[in-house]
C-alpha cells in the first residue's frame, strides 16, 4: 500500500521560502501523476500545482505562479514545492496526492489522486 510522507513545513515570515518535500513508499511514483493541494481553517481543499507523469507538464494556481514550483526526482521518489515570497495567505495544511488521470497529466482534478499523505502546515506570519 502507497504511503506519502511530507515534511518541510513550518513556521516563516511574510517574503520567506520553504520547501515541501513528499516521500512515498509502496509504489514507484513514476507511473504517477503528483500534485499539492492545501486547505486553510475554515475553508475546503484547494489546488495548488500538479506535475505530470514524465515531469515534462505543470500545472498551478493562478495565485501562485511565479511563486511556487512544483519537481519531481523520480530516482528518490519524491515531489517537492519549492515556495518563494510566500504570502500570509498561503497558511495551510499542505497536503501531496499521487494518481493516474488520462495520459499521466497534471490534474488540478482532486479524484484524479488515489493517494494522499498527511499534510504538513505551514505558517506564514505578516
Known amino acids: 500500500q502507497v504511503q506519502l510522507v511530507e515534511s518541510g513545513g513550518g513556521l516563516v515570515q511574510a517574503g520567506g521560502s520553504l520547501t515541501l518535500s513528499c516521500a512515498a513508499s509502496g509504489r514507484t511514483l513514476s507511473n504517477d501523476a503528483m500534485g499539492w493541494f492545501r486547505q486553510a481553517p475554515g475553508k475546503e481543499r484547494e489546488f495548488v500545482a500538479a506535475i505530470s507523469r514524465s515531469g515534462s507538464n505543470t500545472y498551478s494556481l493562478d495565485s501562485v505562479k511565479g511563486r511556487f514550483t512544483i519537481s519531481r526526482d523520480n530516482a528518490k521518489n519524491t515531489v517537492y514545492l519549492q515556495m518563494n515570497s510566500l504570502k500570509p495567505e498561503d497558511t495551510a495544511v499542505y497536503y501531496c496526492?499521487?494518481?493516474?488521470?488520462?495520459?499521466?497529466?497534471?490534474?488540478?482534478?482532486?479524484?484524479?489522486?488515489?493517494?494522499w499523505g498527511q499534510g504538513t502546515q505551514v505558517t506564514v506570519s505578516s
Open positions: 496526492a499521487a494518481g493516474r488521470p488520462p495520459r499521466g497529466s497534471a490534474s488540478y482534478i482532486p479524484i484524479q489522486y488515489d493517494a
